[in-house]
């Protein structure tokens, strides 16, 4: 058992908790992985081995006493380029923070420290976390990881943790999603991405985009590695996984919106998904879902963005100071949250607090909406890179659907559900209502295994 080893993190932790596997080891596996993966460091901004080293002797001496503090003891996760991990550089994928470096680590990252994983090192993403593309040719752009030949998009804005965990660089990853930026990658990278609901992870010393909508989450391989993670960063009990069934669950498809301008491929696997889950038992019900279709209208075409205003807000003075360092399509979408009055935000925000609570009572008696996690097939880097329409496009529809996951305040799950007629990833991905977290994550393990 290997690094290379495409297995979960629980396995991992349990091989090791066995000593059948040394997280000495795994390490170092790792390390000569990402050496050879990334020479110049377009996945892995910067590799935190030193500490990684320290992290594996002592997770090995606890095996060696028989000693776990967690099921994941000894297990190597990459993390995000925006969380602070003490004295190490943490730019947040931004030339204009170039230098940053946090004296302590961020609470989720020491949580996941005292509870015995291993920090690999810091991985890509799209400046300051604000776009769903992926794309920074300030510090680098990682290639999604399933086209061998097309250099595509990886998703973002946790680019590189989609991408270092589906090319076999870590055994999980550590991201934020503030519009899809866990969901984006995962579902682009063949992977499990959880968005837990809004607060019940610190975000401390996590860089901002939007505090109103920024939450941390896993990308693992599977639903068990993700509840296990989520248990660790939210300091909630262990989710029982087992002893559910589909039968008699209700999946609500909306009919408007998210399949509008899905690529064949993509709307294909989906709805082959959805009708393997009818077959098992599921009752999947197709009707409008007003809520989602104005929420969709209010964030693409009112011209006001919480995100964008939020951004600008916290990031305003620094980008007028040295706004020339960064890639101008992120540029322009900071720059578009000055336009707003307060009187509009403020009646941004009342619309959706009532979109909300309109969404919360149409879901009685469902168990979660389900729809395709991004509509498109990744697109190549080189037909966006330039910015213009192009681009622009590429990030509404791959936002689109995921974005209203943060918008109404619920939490959300991507899952792989096979590929598209291009070859490439396909996510099914399942939203519920916040504070519905551990109900989402045993119905997307029953919705996992009825696909497998």
């Not at 297995?7 to 629980?10: N, V, Y």
């Not at 000894?74 to 995000?80: A, D, I, N, Q, T």
């Not at 999603?177 to 899809?180: E, K």
């Not at 975000?203 to 985009?209: A, F």
């Given at each position: 058992?290997?690094?290379?080893a495409p297995?979960?993190?629980?396995a991992?932790?349990?091989?090791?908790a066995?000593?059948t596997?040394?997280?000495?080891?795994l390490?170092e596996?790792?390390a000569a992985?990402i050496?050879?993966?990334?020479?110049e460091?377009?996945?892995?901004?910067r590799?935190?081995l030193?500490?990684?080293?320290?992290?594996?002797?002592a997770?090995?001496e606890r095996?060696?006493?028989?000693?776990?503090r967690?099921?994941?003891d000894?297990?190597?996760?990459?993390?995000?380029d925006?969380?602070?991990?003490a004295?190490?550089e943490?730019?947040?994928?931004?030339?204009?923070l170039a230098g940053?470096?946090?004296?302590?680590?961020?609470?989720a990252?020491?949580?996941?420290?005292?509870?015995g994983t291993i920090?690999?090192?810091k991985?890509?993403m799209?400046?300051l976390a604000?776009?769903?593309?992926?794309i920074?040719?300030v510090?680098?752009?990682?290639?999604?990881?399933?086209?061998?030949d097309?250099?595509r998009?990886?998703?973002?804005?946790s680019?590189g943790?989609?991408?270092?965990?589906?090319?076999?660089?870590c055994?999980a990853?550590i991201?934020t999603?503030?519009?899809?930026s866990v969901?984006?990658?995962?579902?682009?990278?063949?992977?499990?991405g959880?968005?837990?609901s809004h607060?019940?992870?610190p975000?401390?010393?996590?860089?901002?985009?939007c505090q109103?909508?920024d939450?941390v989450?896993?990308?693992?391989?599977?639903?068990?590695d993700?509840a296990?993670?989520f248990a660790?960063?939210?300091?909630t009990k262990?989710?029982?996984?087992?002893?559910?069934t589909?039968?008699?669950?209700?999946l609500?498809?909306?009919?408007?919106?998210?399949f509008?301008?899905a690529d064949?491929?993509v709307?294909?696997?989906v709805?082959a998904?959805?009708?393997?889950?009818?077959a098992q038992?599921a009752?999947?019900r197709?009707?409008?879902v007003?809520?989602l279709?104005?929420?969709n209208?209010?964030?693409?075409?009112?011209?006001?963005?919480i995100?964008?205003v939020e951004?600008?807000?916290?990031?305003g003075?620094?980008?007028?100071?040295?706004?020339?360092l960064?890639?101008?399509?992120?540029?322009?979408r900071?720059?578009g949250?000055?336009k707003?009055?307060?009187a509009?935000?403020?009646?941004?925000?009342v619309e959706?607090a009532r979109?909300r609570e309109?969404l919360?009572?149409?879901l009685?008696?469902?168990?979660?909406?389900?729809?395709?996690?991004i509509?498109?097939?990744?697109?190549p880097i080189a037909?966006?890179?330039?910015?213009?329409?192009?681009?622009d496009?590429?990030?509404?529809?791959?936002?689109?659907n995921?974005?209203?996951g943060n918008?109404?305040?619920?939490?959300?799950?991507?899952?792989?559900?096979?590929v598209?007629?291009?070859?490439?990833p396909v996510g099914?991905?399942?939203i519920?209502?916040?504070?519905?977290?551990?109900?989402?994550?045993?119905?997307?393990r029953?919705?996992?295994?009825?696909?497998?």
């Open positions: 058992m290997t690094a290379q297995i979960s993190a629980l991992l932790g349990r091989a090791i066995a000593g596997q040394d997280p000495r080891d390490v596996d790792y992985r050496s050879g993966a990334d020479p460091n377009r996945i892995f901004y590799a935190t030193k500490r990684a080293r320290a992290e594996a002797m997770a090995h095996a060696q006493r028989g000693f776990s967690s099921p994941l000894g297990v190597p996760l990459s993390w995000k925006l969380f602070d991990s004295d190490d943490t730019p947040a994928g931004s030339k204009m940053r470096t946090p004296a302590h680590d961020a609470t990252l020491n949580r996941l420290t005292t509870a920090c690999l090192g991985t890509a799209t400046e604000f776009s769903g593309l992926g920074n040719p510090y680098g752009t990682p290639a999604n990881a399933h086209d061998p097309v250099e998009v990886p998703g973002g804005s680019s943790a989609g991408v270092s965990l589906a090319r076999g660089l055994a990853a991201g999603d503030t519009g899809g969901r984006i990658p995962a579902s682009w990278n063949g992977l499990v959880f968005k837990p607060g019940i992870i975000t401390s010393g996590v860089v901002p985009l109103t909508l939450t989450g896993p990308l693992t391989r599977d639903v068990a993700a296990a993670l660790l960063l939210s300091g262990v989710i029982d996984l087992e002893g559910e589909l039968r008699g669950r209700t609500l498809v909306p009919k408007h919106v998210v509008d301008e064949p491929g709307s294909e696997a709805t998904a959805l009708e393997g889950l009818a038992g009752n999947i197709q009707e409008n007003e809520p279709s104005r929420m209208a209010l964030t693409w075409e009112s011209g006001i963005s995100a964008a951004a600008w807000a916290e990031w003075e620094l980008i007028r100071d040295k706004g020339k960064m890639y101008p399509p992120v540029r322009t900071f720059e949250g000055a707003p009055s307060a509009d935000v403020w009646k941004l925000a959706r979109l309109e919360t009572a149409q009685a008696g469902v168990d979660a909406i389900a729809m395709p996690t509509p498109i097939d990744p697109p037909d966006l890179e330039d910015g213009g329409p192009a681009y496009r590429a990030n509404r529809l791959t936002l689109r995921t974005t209203l918008q109404l305040d619920m939490c959300a799950i991507t899952l792989p559900v096979g598209s007629t291009a070859g490439l099914l991905m399942l519920a209502p916040k504070g519905r977290d551990a109900r989402l994550l045993r119905l997307a029953v919705v996992e295994r009825a696909l497998s």
